[in-house]
């Protein structure tokens, strides 16, 4: 066999890679922009990574091995929160948990300060359909707290989302043993 040109300096992906553990984590704050959403609602959209404990940094981590392989490589780590109608009690709710957790911090309606900034996070799995119709999971951030209330351990995990009413078509592997005759059966 000759080796592939490109062979030294490719990563070494082995498959031994690990989703986040539902919980709650302090993270900090990289990136925050008011966008729009889908449907035209104003919304601010956050870059987050976790900043303390065993799993620190791990979307940079993450993103920086993804992007060796993919220059379209997306951060995996955003929070969206509308600002506006219904949802504007979770805004305020989100911009006094980030109040709250940052000494001296004033939100200012400038949504370029929130960067570097702490905040607690919770996160959950959810589930979705993979190729070829195999059931999967992530790790989303799914809401915003206190730095303090997650450092106490007061809070509750989010519970597993689901696939509503879907069934895998998939069928777990089966091997059957092949006898070692010498020769590659194929």
């Known amino acids: 066999?000759?080796?592939?040109?490109?062979?030294?300096?490719?990563?070494?992906?082995?498959?031994e890679s690990f989703a986040l553990p539902s919980g709650g984590y302090v993270c900090k704050i990289l990136q925050a922009e008011e966008a729009t959403s889908t449907s035209g609602r104003p919304m601010?959209?956050?870059?987050?990574?976790i900043a303390e404990g065993?799993?620190?940094d791990y979307y940079r981590q993450r993103f920086d091995r993804v992007k060796q392989t993919d220059p379209d490589a997306k951060?995996?780590?955003?929070?969206?929160?509308?600002?506006?109608?219904n949802?504007?009690?979770?805004?305020?709710?989100?911009?006094?948990s980030i109040e709250v957790s940052n000494s001296g911090y004033k939100w200012n309606w400038d949504e370029k300060t929130l960067s570097g900034k702490l905040v607690g996070a919770l996160f959950g799995r959810e589930q979705?359909?993979?190729?070829g119709g195999n059931l999967?999971?992530?790790?989303k951030c799914q809401a915003l707290r206190s730095v303090e209330t997650i450092r106490s351990g007061k809070f509750e995990v989010p519970e597993d989302k689901h696939v509503a009413g879907y069934q895998s078509q998939s069928s777990p592997d089966v091997f059957s043993p092949v006898e070692d005759n010498g020769d590659l059966p194929f």
């Not at 066999?1 to 498959?15: R, V």
């Open 1 to 15: 066999m000759q080796k592939p040109s490109g062979y030294d300096q490719a990563p070494a992906y082995t498959g």
């Open 128 to 131: 979705y359909l993979g190729n």
């Open 75 to 85: 951060w995996g780590c955003v929070f969206r929160q509308l600002t506006d109608g």
């Open 44 to 49: 601010l959209v956050l870059l987050l990574d």
């Open 136 to 139: 999967k999971w992530s790790t």
């Open 87 to 96: 949802s504007t009690p979770f805004f305020k709710g989100m911009i006094t």
């Open 54 to 56: 065993e799993f620190k």
